[in-house]
């Protein structure tokens, strides 16, 4: 019991962090709160599907199509739809909220509400210090490891990274240095959505594909990105461990009342707050942001 809470933690925080950092990310960068992201998740989803069980392509060419279009998407829905009204908060949120529907409709349009099944990207599993772990869980673990370290050192160790992270901290001084500004958040929305991309390639053998799954992980990733900070993706990767070990607990201690893993989500970012009201590594100033 104890082996499978800590496998299905470590998946589940993983696709959550992913989110939460793309979340995270154009947040700290557009103060845009895109409540579409995790529609661009859901879109990855069917793509995997319908590459692989629709028109019989490989893992490899599924992953690599469904997460470039994807990224496409989300590039085109930026730049076409967010950035013309990004300085007006509310009409961002009804704009992303639309553009989530009509995501929805036109998925279960085409694809009916049925739920859709992806095999696994690696069948069978594997035996680790005696434990039976599926080959899928470890690849996802393994995708998820790499896609954070690799972000991090975007972040951190390129020009890429220096320009997001001074748009974050102040847009007009780092205009004034020379960075676009507009590219730069061209740039973070094209890296937001394409961990969405990604977040789906690793979870959609694990889950089921249907017109509304991107409902519950935005509840989630909401509840992450405050608990953890606004803006902060070191806050979005802890809380999203934290959000996942909730779930998992309360779908593995109570089966019959797992619909309450969104309560006790909340609950928990609730506590937090209460003590640090920033979240846990969020900012009370806008000094610093990523």
Same mark, same amino acid.
């Given at each position: 019991?104890?082996?499978?809470?800590?496998?299905?933690?470590?998946?589940?925080?993983?696709?959550?962090?992913?989110?939460?950092?793309?979340?995270?990310?154009?947040?700290?960068?557009?103060?845009?709160?895109?409540?579409?992201?995790?529609?661009?998740?859901?879109?990855?989803?069917?793509?995997?599907?319908?590459?692989?069980?629709?028109?019989?392509?490989?893992?490899?060419?599924?992953?690599?199509?469904?997460?470039?279009?994807?990224?496409?998407?989300?590039?085109?829905?930026?730049?076409?739809?967010?950035?013309?009204?990004?300085?007006?908060?509310?009409?961002?949120?009804?704009?992303?909220?639309?553009?989530?529907?009509?995501?929805?409709?036109?998925?279960?349009?085409?694809?009916?509400?049925?739920?859709?099944?992806?095999?696994?990207? #690696?069948?069978?599993?594997?035996?680790?210090?005696?434990?039976?772990?599926?080959?899928?869980?470890?690849?996802?673990?393994?995708?998820?490891?790499?896609?954070?370290?690799?972000?991090?050192?975007?972040?951190?160790?390129?020009?890429?990274?220096?320009?997001?992270?001074?748009?974050?901290?102040?847009?007009?001084?780092?205009?004034?240095?020379?960075?676009?500004?507009?590219?730069?958040?061209?740039?973070?929305?094209?890296?937001?959505?394409?961990?969405?991309?990604?977040?789906?390639?690793?979870?959609?053998?694990?889950?089921?594909?249907?017109?509304?799954?991107?409902?519950?992980?935005?509840?989630?990733?909401?509840?992450?990105?405050?608990?953890?900070?606004?803006?902060?993706?070191?806050?979005? #990767?802890?809380?999203?461990?934290?959000?996942?070990?909730?779930?998992?607990?309360?779908?593995?201690?109570?089966?019959?009342?797992?619909?309450?893993?969104?309560?006790?989500?909340?609950?928990?970012?609730?506590?937090?707050?209460?003590?640090?009201?920033?979240?846990?590594?969020?900012?009370?100033?806008?000094?610093?942001?990523?």
């Amino acid at each position: 019991m104890l082996e499978l809470i800590i496998v299905l933690t470590l998946v589940t925080g993983g696709v959550y962090a992913l989110l939460a950092i793309g979340f995270s990310l154009i947040f700290g960068n557009a103060r845009v709160i895109n409540l579409a992201h995790t529609a661009f998740f859901m879109a990855a989803a069917y793509g995997m599907w319908y590459f692989m069980r629709q028109l019989g392509l490989g893992v490899i060419e599924s992953i690599v199509i469904t997460v470039l279009a994807v990224t496409i998407l989300g590039l085109l829905a930026y730049w076409f739809l967010i950035n013309r009204i990004r300085e007006h908060h509310a009409a961002v949120l009804l704009m992303t909220v639309a553009l989530a529907l009509v995501f929805q409709e036109i998925f279960l349009g085409i694809f009916s509400s049925r739920y859709r099944t992806i095999p696994s990207l #690696i069948p069978g599993y594997s035996e680790i210090f005696g434990i039976r772990v599926l080959n899928q869980h470890l690849l996802s673990l393994g995708i998820v490891a790499v896609v954070i370290v690799v972000v991090w050192l975007i972040l951190t160790k390129t020009k890429l990274g220096i320009a997001i992270r001074a748009t974050a901290q102040d847009a007009e001084v780092a205009n004034l240095m020379g960075i676009s500004v507009p590219r730069t958040l061209l740039m973070t929305m094209g890296i937001a959505t394409a961990l969405a991309a990604i977040a789906a390639v690793v979870v959609a053998p694990l889950w089921v594909v249907y017109p509304y799954m991107w409902n519950a992980p935005l509840v989630m990733i909401l509840v992450i990105v405050v608990l953890g900070g606004l803006g902060s993706t070191k806050g979005s #990767i802890i809380g999203a461990f934290i959000v996942a070990l909730v779930e998992v607990l309360v779908g593995t201690l109570m089966p019959s009342g797992a619909y309450l893993k969104f309560m006790f989500a909340m609950l928990v970012m609730i506590i937090v707050l209460v003590v640090r009201p920033g979240g846990l590594f969020g900012i009370v100033f806008e000094e610093e942001r990523l």
